[in-house]
Every structure is written in structure tokens, then in C-alpha cells.
């Protein structure tokens, strides 16, 4: 069975950090291109980030980009998202998702994945 089990999500005050993790059983992220999304209150899901399998390659948000990093971890077969400088408006539940295509122009896509962690949690307060 194919399973992302996803940790790190809380909260934080603006400006502070946290560092989210995705820990997959049933394949290996060595083989799956993996992503983050999120979705906050009241707003549609958008994407996060995303790695492609070899991880030499990784893909951002404007929202995010120069703050949050994705990378991952092939041995412990785990996928992270480092969030600094958090703001109010990254507060939302976020998800790790998995996609075995591997098409790179595709990683921004929520349907492209079909794997999907439970999600996580994240609050930001100002």
C-alpha cells in the first residue's frame, strides 16, 4: 500500500520557521517526482513546490519562491519543505502528493499526482 504520512505542521508566529516532512511507504521517491500544495481557508488548492525524482530539479510558487525549499532524502525515502519567514498567508493545510509519470511540465498540476499525504496543518499568526 502506497502511503504518505506527512509531519512538521503547527504554529507560528510571522517571520519564524518550520520545516515540514513527507515520509512515503509503498514507493520510492527516487521514482516519483513529488510536490507540496495547500490550500487555505476559503481559497482553491495551489501549488507549493515540487521535485523531480533525480532531485536536480526543483519548481516554486511565486509565492513561496526564496522562501520555502523543497528536497528530499532517498535513503530515508522522505520529501521536505523548509518554510522561513512564514506569513499569515501561508496559514493552510498543506499536502504532500506523488506523481510516478515523472513529465516535469506537469508538476504544477494537482491532477497530474496520484498519491496524496493526509495534509498537515500550518497556521501563521501576525
Known amino acids: 500500500q502506497v502511503q504518505l504520512v506527512e509531519s512538521g505542521g503547527g504554529l507560528v508566529q510571522a517571520g519564524g520557521s518550520l520545516r515540514l516532512a513527507c515520509v512515503a511507504s509503498?514507493?520510492?521517491?527516487?521514482?516519483?517526482?513529488m510536490g507540496w500544495f495547500r490550500q487555505g481557508p476559503g481559497k482553491a488548492q495551489e501549488f507549493v513546490a515540487a521535485?523531480?525524482?533525480?532531485?536536480?530539479?526543483?519548481y516554486y510558487a511565486d509565492s513561496v519562491k526564496g522562501r520555502f525549499a523543497i528536497s528530499k532524502d532517498n535513503a530515508l525515502n522522505t520529501v521536505y519543505l523548509q518554510m522561513d519567514s512564514l506569513k499569515p498567508e501561508d496559514t493552510a493545510a498543506y499536502y504532500c502528493?506523488?506523481?510516478?509519470?515523472?513529465?516535469?511540465?506537469?508538476?504544477?498540476?494537482?491532477?497530474?499526482?496520484?498519491?496524496w499525504g493526509q495534509g498537515t496543518q500550518v497556521t501563521v499568526s501576525s
Open positions: 521535485i523531480r525524482r533525480s532531485g536536480g530539479y526543483t
Open positions: 502528493a506523488a506523481d510516478q509519470s515523472g513529465i516535469p511540465s506537469e508538476v504544477g498540476r494537482a491532477a497530474t499526482y496520484e498519491h
Open positions: 509503498g514507493l520510492s521517491v527516487r521514482t516519483y517526482n
